[in-house]
């Protein structure tokens, strides 16, 4: 494994926000269930879904948690980079489920009802090892590679007052490798030249060169 793969390895995570779950089927033991989810990177840097308690692919994991989940870029083409992981499902601490809901409601502000009145509950994705297939011919086997910095939600909220004083009012959040904004109900990524680790970093980075395009966007 390359610097390279790794860098898109997590690019891709944290650029997308629709993956593809798959669980072991309870009413065809043997056989695997897929279904589609929504999904953040949340602070611990895993991917973290909302899925109701009456889902199949909730009882599935409520019976083994053990699962396997694939993320990849929209237009789906065979030379686009995407990955499958092995993972483990967790189900969120009450403890820590406020901190995760303030991020999600902002990436998914119509799910929101979700969790406050139906139920509905948080998940993390565990990664162990996974496939990653970085263009055509390139594949292999990979190992999750933890540290793909996700700010807490106080850092998050500080900074997105910053941004919006310098014009950019319709951020709705940032990770390590981008800053993700809604215009038209859509949300559009913009991405860093260089990746941060922490909220310093990047407010440097952005006094230094303020990307025209984010005004733009908003």
């Known amino acids: 494994m390359t610097q390279k793969d790794l860098n898109g390895m997590q690019q891709l995570m944290c650029s997308q926000h ?3 779950l798959g669980t072991w089927s309870l ?9 589609l989810c929504t999904y953040i ?48 499902a967790q189900r969120v601490e009450d403890k820590c489920r406020s901190t995760v809901s303030a991020r999600f409601d902002r990436y998914f502000p119509e799910m929101q009802m979700f969790h406050q009145q139906l139920n509905f509950d948080f998940y993390r994705l565990v990664p162990m090892e996974g496939r990653w297939i970085g263009g055509f011919g390139r594949a ?18 500080e900074f997105l007052l910053w941004i919006a004083g310098k014009g950019v009012a319709h951020a709705i959040g940032f990770d390590a490798w981008g800053m993700d904004v809604r215009v038209d109900n859509l949300v559009q990524r913009i991405p860093w030249q260089t990746p941060v680790a922490s909220v310093a970093a990047l407010k440097k980075q952005l006094s230094d060169n303020f990307p025209d395009n984010l005004l733009n966007l908003s």
């Open 140 to 157: 292999l086997w990979m190992s999750w590679q933890s540290g793909i910095w996700i700010p807490d939600r106080d850092e998050e909220e």
């Open 18 to 20: 629709i993956l593809q």
């Open 27 to 35: 009413r065809h033991p043997g056989y695997p269930y897929v279904s």
């Open 41 to 88: 990177m949340a602070s611990e840097g895993l991917p973290t879904v909302l899925i109701a308690s009456i889902a199949e692919h909730t009882q599935h994991i409520i019976k083994d948690p053990r699962c396997s989940f694939m993320v990849g870029m929209p237009d789906q083409r065979l030379e686009s980079p995407r990955m499958s992981w092995q993972a483990q």
